[in-house]
């Protein structure tokens, strides 16, 4: 059966031969993958290409003890910043100089000069504020990429934030877009914490977060390492072994969400 959807999205010139700036909101299960994953990523593109990262990490949660073996972190790390401890971690790695954030986006932190935004967070409320702060500033970060996931199953969206002074030609659709009832503020959410390294793994499975946030990366690295990308996404799961991919917009949007 014939691909009836556009073959290729390619990234703008404007990012050809600069830093990419990067702001991370979210270091835990999927934003603590994502992390280690950008370090790897930085060093690929400055070997393949003239771009390369900086990235910003803003998160306002400390290590538990329920996050170890899930999340990168360590026994010695509870009590500490989720977001200083592992981007001071992986600038001492890495040679990089890197941000951290000990808060919560976007009150702690602007939108202003961001290139890609990366959300790992895990409710519904943070997504529409980030997505409130975008429509705000003065300028607008080209890409929001939005992970998610629940205990064996999860996703991830690549799309084109609309400006506030016009809509961008070839947009792709945002995770709220994607997902209108995102916007029902009266759907219940559950992010309470878990309690215990089994408690988590009760709620979440051991490898759901490093799969989904792999999977990301890998179309990260199609986009910015080597200038394009076929798809937008996946829907990814474990239970199953399935993956499948969220397709690109056949043609540029019009005004409003697809229907």
Request: with cysteine; charged share 20%; hydrophobic share 40%.
């Amino acid at each position: 059966m014939q691909n009836d959807t556009a073959s290729r999205h390619y990234l703008p010139d404007q990012y050809g031969h600069r830093v990419i700036n990067v702001l991370l909101v979210g270091c835990g299960g999927n934003g603590a993958q994502m992390l280690m994953g950008l370090a790897s990523l930085d060093a690929a593109m400055r070997a393949i290409s003239s771009r390369s990262l900086h990235v910003t990490v803003v998160d306002d949660d400390t290590v538990s003890e329920a996050n170890l073996g899930r999340q990168p972190f360590y026994r010695c790390d509870i009590g500490a910043s989720k977001a200083r401890t592992l981007t001071e971690r992986i600038n001492i790695a890495h040679g990089l100089d890197w941000q951290a954030v000990h808060g919560r986006a976007p009150a702690a932190i602007g939108l202003d000069g961001i290139d890609l935004l990366i959300s790992c967070v895990d409710t519904a409320a943070a997504r529409r504020a980030l997505g409130g702060a975008i429509g705000e500033g003065r300028t607008s970060p080209r890409y929001w990429m939005d992970l998610g996931n629940r205990a064996t199953d999860g996703q991830f969206i690549i799309g084109c934030p609309e400006p506030a002074h016009g809509r961008k030609a070839n947009r792709l659709p945002t995770v709220l877009e994607y997902f209108p009832e995102i916007a029902d503020e009266g759907i219940a959410e559950d992010d309470a914490p878990s309690c215990s390294v089994a408690e988590a793994l009760e709620r979440q499975s051991l490898f759901v977060n490093r799969v989904v946030a792999s999977h990301a990366l890998a179309l990260l690295f199609d986009l910015l390492g080597r200038g394009s990308i076929g798809h937008a996404g996946a829907f990814i799961n474990l239970s199953s072994g399935q993956s499948m991919p969220i397709p690109l917009p056949r043609a540029p949007l019009a005004t409003g969400a697809p229907q």
